[in-house]
């Protein structure tokens, strides 16, 4: 063999061994071989709870791997993001299910230890949906234009929870206060779950809630559903209307949870988690209970959650802006 064959045998065989061992080396840095974590912002039983247990269960049996739920509750669920921004595992071993607080809404309220764009990489969207509003039975409010009346006519007499500062049901209820100038008192908590449980002691009169938290409680009468928050009105309360169309055109606050994690996790892993999770949200059963508890999954690209996470923060920072809310 002539010295310019043997470098072209040599050449053929080099890239074939690259060709055989590159996705070998890929999947090896996918942690498929320990437990992976899913973090969570808010508090077990809440909406974001019970929609990354129904994931990761299904990801779990997909993967093969044990899925572990990390509640890590409390200021919005910024303790969470700050987390997996700035201390979680940077192997890919920990995502973080994410959301419209945290990302695009407390960014312009105050001053995080962490950059949600710079510190924390987009995976894919998880839910998008709408929230209820909805009141406690003993309030004998029995709709939207009674509210609207009442906390008129009594200003400041009226709490509102949510499942934290700069939350998705914060900033609802501060867009609805200065759409119809009323003037409601908001009362954070960690999570729905803590939030509900105060709405149904008669400690709060009314929260922004998911379909998800509320329902069993609006099936049995103890809470009254006056709008939905959303640009149409959700299938399963085809009767109560939008708050855009029940005299507030232009009102849209959707609420929605988005897989993301550190920005430090190599980009193929990223990847990796964006087919496997894309694959868990687009499976029929997912489908079906996710949208049973008002909770429609939205799977897509990484960039369409880098986009839209950026159209979310600049939506958010001009509302905050122009209304002057603040964290008072």
């Known amino acids: 063999m002539n010295k310019r064959h043997f470098l072209r045998v040599s050449a053929c065989a080099c890239a074939a061994a690259a060709l055989l061992t590159g996705p ?21 039983g ?5 929609a990354a ?9 997909q ?24 201390s979680a595992p940077t192997d890919g071993s920990v995502i973080l299910f994410g959301s419209v607080g945290p990302l695009a809404i407390a960014p312009h309220l105050m001053k995080l230890p962490y950059d949600p764009v710079k510190d924390l990489a987009p995976i894919t969207m998880g839910v998008n949906f709408p929230n209820v509003l909805v009141v406690g ?33 914060h900033l609802a209820g501060e867009l609805m206060d200065d759409m119809a100038k009323i003037d409601t008192v908001h009362v954070p908590y960690k999570g ?80 990796r988690w964006n087919t496997e999770l894309v ?6 059963d997912v489908v079906t209970e996710l949208n049973s508890h008002g909770m429609p999954p939205q ?12 159209r979310e923060s600049a939506t958010w920072g001009r509302v905050i802006r122009e209304r002057k809310i603040t964290m008072q």
Do not use: C
């Open 24 to 44: 070998v080396a890929q999947a090896q840095e996918f942690p498929l071989k320990k437990p992976l974590t899913i973090v969570v912002g808010f508090a077990a």
């Open 46 to 50: 809440g909406a974001a709870d019970a």
């Open 53 to 61: 247990r129904l994931i990761g269960k299904k990801l779990g049996d």
């Open 63 to 86: 993967l093969g791997v044990p899925v572990i739920i990390d509640n890590k509750a409390g200021a919005g669920g910024n303790i969470a993001h700050q987390y997996v921004a700035k």
């Open 137 to 169: 039975a003993d309030t004998k409010i029995k709709t939207f234009a009674e509210f609207i009346a009442y906390a008129r006519a009594n200003p400041g007499k009226l709490e509102y929870a949510s499942t934290g500062a700069g939350s998705a049901s």
């Open 192 to 271: 729905g779950a803590p939030a509900l449980q105060d709405l149904l002691g008669g400690r709060v009169a009314m929260y922004y809630s998911t379909l998800n938290t509320s329902q069993p409680h609006i099936q049995t009468g103890r809470l009254v559903p006056l709008a939905s928050t959303g640009p149409k009105r959700l299938p399963q309360l085809p009767n109560v209307p939008t708050i855009a169309e029940s005299g507030f055109p232009g009102y849209s606050a959707t609420n929605w949870y988005a897989f993301v994690a550190s920005s430090k996790v190599p980009a193929p892993i990223l990847d």
């Open 279 to 284: 694959k868990v949200l687009k499976s029929p």
């Open 299 to 310: 799977p897509g690209t990484r960039d369409e959650l880098a986009k839209e996470i950026e």
